[in-house]
């Protein structure tokens, strides 16, 4: 076996990997610990993208710093979001069949708007890094790919010691976990909630900016993601933020070495079987708890 | 005298019916409805939203000279999202609620197919735009396929990338197309090819349209070692491919073939000198070989209307060709003095057409009777700059011979 071949084929799965928890992360949050079933995040992702991509162009800002600029504005976006969805349907227990309607309306809604302010054509982001590469050893990797896995990892990190460390984040996974219990503590479930929505589109931002970086963006490519996101949550364990992060570099890892050795198109069966065969053995995900 | 008087003013009021008669009757009529789906979004919306464009200005270019058969034309048009399951209801309802007096097709081949089912059934003259070997199980008299893919599209399309890799005297080859219609068609035509020539293919995979990373694509190509790197691919695949194979330092003589997007003036400009060097298909670049008759006043109206509009800026890859192919249309429609389809299909099955891309003269299976795809190749390009693309010389044309502008810069990186 090619040694460059098989080390080249893991450093470039796990680029892959890392991007791929950046895009899910946001959603793992929401669907995985808020039991929302927000199918336009990846359309938020999208929105991310173009709104990146007007800072690169308008003012040429770095892509990366774009998408955390606007984070704080996804989070007031997302909380507000949350408002709507909690007053029109979580509060009258119709949040099931019709939240999900409602949220496939937005994600129309988001799409529609950016093709209404930007037309149709495919958007790109431009950066001294990305088109260049480092060796080390016998391992190339493309900064394009380096630095959304960094700013991944940061990323996801970040999210997990506030989960993990502060009374917020501990109100937020006990909400996922007894809603009840935490009213009972004198806590408000909803302004939780609404806290964590706004997190979980705030981390779309960043994941837009990583997401222009690698390839083109047109409204509507965020739906190509919608399948790869919702296998890594279920795959991570529902809401585990560590879950997430192993999951999507276990669907990288074997896109690409599936890829390298097998064949491109069989990329997505071995995924996809792989995470069948888990939650067969592990119906709970692999950080996940029953 | 009064009957002098009388005679004055008759000829006088036919005098105004005469001068006035052409623009009178062409407002006057009944609309001409042509109906079709659109690749408004999607994959493919960028292309089908330049096309619409052109295609309104056939239409405004037509009925300020009075329309067709003295009537004004009307469009009628729904977006199929480039979703070819919609497709197929979008013709069905031109047809039988609208009830469109002529059909032509959406943008790309993998929504042309679909609607070949419902409009063979009504016995309707289908003008394609660029769907690649369409046909070729249908069958059907009366498709006509304006992209000059040539006789034998699958395998014409890519004949000219071939041909320089023989002129060169390569010897193997890596195919990798997308999981998708039109890639299929063209990396079919492309191994087709590669077996006639004779050369040793070392890769032949497909990849899923969502690729997010081609490096693991491209090492695994790379590992062949082959002299020759054919692409069938989508336009965000074509700049993941592009940007991997300047990060790999991709080591073939000659790579590119049958790359969607690269077309497009926001890809070119991005991509910038990421592109040089590579050898890609085309059907219109700024040359002299190309300067057919109306080319530079439709690109200045084009131009002028797609500004501000999200579009393709330049207009070099499709919207020409929108414009011809309702040209082809329409100065049939105006010769045989009908709608009927069966008279339609006849005369332009026998007619060379006078178009924006030049003489249009269809073969028997409705494609081009002569192949004109172009292979072209990208050449001193700078880092974002949109306006050479407008000038000769940074797009090559290396086949065919008949256009032919520049010899090839070979190797593909040295």
């Known amino acids: 076996m090619d040694a460059s071949l098989f080390l080249n084929a893991i450093a470039a799965g796990i680029l892959l990997g890392g991007f791929y928890a950046a895009v899910a992360l946001g959603l793992s949050i929401v669907f995985g610990q808020l039991d929302i079933v927000n199918i336009a995040h990846p359309a938020f992702i999208v929105a991310g993208s173009y709104l990146v991509f007007a ?236 | 005298m009064r009957f002098f008087k009388q005679l004055v003013l008759a000829i006088a009021a036919l005098a105004v019916v005469v001068a006035y008669s052409p623009q009178v009757s062409a407002q006057s009529g009944k609309p001409i409805k042509i109906g079709f789906s659109m690749a408004l979004t999607g994959v493919l919306g960028a292309g089908g939203k330049s096309a619409l464009i052109a295609m309104e200005i056939w239409r405004d270019d037509v009925n300020k000279k009075g329309g067709l058969l003295g009537r004004p034309v009307e469009l009628v048009y729904y977006d199929d999202a480039t979703t070819p399951a919609k497709v197929p209801a979008i013709y069905t309802k031109l047809l039988n609620v609208d009830k469109v007096d002529l059909v032509v097709s959406s943008y790309g081949t993998d929504v042309i197919a679909p609607a070949m089912p419902i409009v063979m059934r009504s016995g309707k003259v289908f003008l394609g735009l660029f769907g690649l070997d369409v046909n070729h199980k249908f069958k059907y008299d009366r498709y006509f396929q304006i992209m000059p893919a040539g006789p034998n599209p699958a395998q014409d399309w890519s004949r000219g990338f071939f041909d320089i890799a023989k002129e060169k005297g390569l010897k193997s080859v890596a195919i990798a197309g997308a999981d998708a219609e039109f890639a299929q068609n063209a990396v079919k035509g492309a191994r087709a090819n590669a077996k006639q020539d004779g050369l040793n293919i070392v890769y032949d995979k497909s990849f899923p349209p969502s690729t997010a990373d081609f490096t693991p694509i491209l090492r695994a190509i790379q590992a062949t070692n082959p002299d020759i790197i054919y692409f069938g691919s989508y336009p965000a695949n074509s700049v993941g491919i592009v940007k991997a ?159 032919k502008s520049g010899d090839i810069m070979f190797p593909y990186k040295k």
């Open chain 2, 245 to 403: 194979a300047n990060e790999l330092g991709l080591k073939a003589k000659l790579v590119g073939g049958g790359m969607v997007g690269l077309q497009f003036a926001a890809i070119m400009k991005n991509l910038g000198p990421g592109l040089n060097n590579l050898v890609n298909y085309d059907f219109w670049v700024p040359a002299k070989t190309l300067k057919f008759p109306g080319i530079e006043e439709f690109l200045k109206k084009y131009q002028a209307a797609a500004a501000g509009k999200g579009v393709d800026l330049l207009g070099h890859y499709l919207p020409p060709w929108a414009y011809a192919y309702m040209q082809v249309l329409g100065q049939s429609v105006e010769a045989t003095k009908s709608l009927d389809d069966k008279k339609l299909a006849e005369y332009i099955h026998k007619t060379t057409f006078n178009t924006v891309v030049g003489p249009v003269k269809f073969g028997k299976n409705g494609e081009w009777a002569t192949s004109r795809a172009l292979m072209i190749q990208f050449r001193g390009i700078k880092a974002n700059n949109l306006d050479q693309f407008k000038m000769e010389g940074t797009r090559v044309v290396l086949k065919p011979d008949t256009v």
């Open chain 1, 55 to 290: 800072l690169n162009g308008g003012f040429g800002l770095d892509p990366v710093i774009a998408g955390i600029l606007l984070m704080p504005i996804f989070f007031a976006v997302g909380v507000f979001v949350y408002r709507v969805y909690y007053a029109a349907f979580e509060r009258t227990g119709r949040e099931s069949l019709a939240g999900l309607a409602f949220f496939f309306g937005l994600m129309f809604v988001i799409e529609v708007l950016f093709i209404i302010f930007y037309g149709v054509d495919y958007r790109l982001v431009e950066a001294d890094y990305i088109g260049k590469q480092i060796e080390i050893g016998l391992v190339g990797i493309p900064w394009r790919m380096l630095v959304p896995f960094c700013a991944a990892l940061v990323m996801t990190g970040a999210i997990y010691l506030f989960m993990s460390r502060t009374f917020l984040g501990r109100a937020i996974l006990a909400v996922s976990q007894d809603r009840l219990a935490l009213q009972l503590m004198g806590a408000d479930p909803v302004k939780i909630k609404q806290i964590a929505f706004g997190i979980g589109i705030a981390t779309a931002a960043l994941a837009g900016a990583l997401l222009i970086m690698i390839g083109p963006v047109e409204p509507t490519i965020g739906r190509l993601y919608i399948g790869r996101i919702f296998a890594i949550i279920v795959l991570g364990g529902m809401g585990s933020i560590p879950g997430t992060l192993v999951a999507a570099l276990i669907i990288g890892l074997s896109e690409s070495i599936v890829t390298t050795y097998i064949g491109p198109s069989w990329a997505p069966t071995v995924a996809f079987g792989f995470l069948l065969i888990t939650l067969a053995v592990r119906p709970q995900g692999l950080f996940g708890r029953l």
